[in-house]
């Protein structure tokens, strides 16, 4: 039987959603361990829509996976969540058709990204990126919708990432400020599919951008060199959540 779960993590104490070899502990290999106990000790494979590298978070993920054994959505919820880590949680346990893939089959992703341009707070710091200065917000802006589109997005992905295509579609990027909290930033990427460090990547050119030291409309230099070291430099990754999957 084939499950399809949501769920939500705090990637601080985790080396990255991928498991990985030796003891490094990972969101893959926390939940595999507890659902090869609910699968009567049988190994469980799962598979997400995608991997998020250490320290980035998700709000809801998504995840497919086999049992051996038919078991009632909200018991596999519960039993998930009561053995699972506090800081993984299950929201949501669906059984799905055998042919349902989390990763291939995906339409859209969308990523949040946040910056506090506000004074240094040491609570948040693991969960929003403590940049502590003043950001030229207009400028960010008139770049992130420069992105839109479908574009090679090879200036924006890890230097020896090597794949058969860089092209990628954003549907929609925007920067978004709740008027309760001015100092909070708020960077929203949706596209059909993203390459890895992509987002970061972006973030820390929007960055550059914001400081002034480039302009929103180098953009279109950046994407056309094809080349890493022409964008900025990387975001840190606790600001970065995983905000929905879409299919």
Not at 182 to 203: D, P
């Amino acid at each position: 039987m084939r499950y399809c779960i949501t769920f939500a993590y705090d990637g601080t104490n985790y080396n990255g959603y991928q498991k990985q070899p030796g003891n490094r502990r990972t969101i893959q290999k926390e939940l595999e361990k507890v659902l090869t106990k609910i699968n009567g000790n049988t190994d469980v494979s799962v598979c997400a829509s995608g991997r998020t590298d250490a320290g980035v978070h998700a709000l809801n993920q998504k995840a497919h996976f086999d049992l051996t054994k038919e078991v009632a959505e909200d018991t596999l919820q519960d039993s998930l969540n009561k053995m699972l880590p506090d800081d993984i949680y299950v929201r949501k346990v669906e059984k799905v058709s055998e042919d349902f893939h989390a990763r291939f089959d995906v339409k859209a992703k969308e990523y949040i990204y946040k910056i506090n341009v506000g004074e240094y707070d040491p609570i948040a710091k693991n969960y929003v990126y403590q940049y502590n200065k003043r950001l030229d917000v207009a400028e960010m802006e008139r770049a992130l919708k420069y992105l839109e589109g479908e574009h090679n997005f090879k200036s924006f992905t890890k230097t020896d990432e090597e794949k058969d295509d860089y092209v990628r579609t954003i549907i929609q990027a925007s920067l978004i400020r709740d008027i309760k909290n001015m100092n909070e930033i708020v960077i929203a990427i949706m596209g059909t599919g993203f390459l890895r460090y992509m987002v970061r990547n972006i973030v820390g050119l929007l960055i550059e951008i914001g400081e002034g030291k480039r302009k929103s409309s180098d953009i279109f230099e950046i994407i056309a060199a094809e080349g890493r070291t022409k964008a900025g430099k990387t975001a840190p990754p606790n600001g970065l959540y995983l905000k929905d999957v879409f299919y």
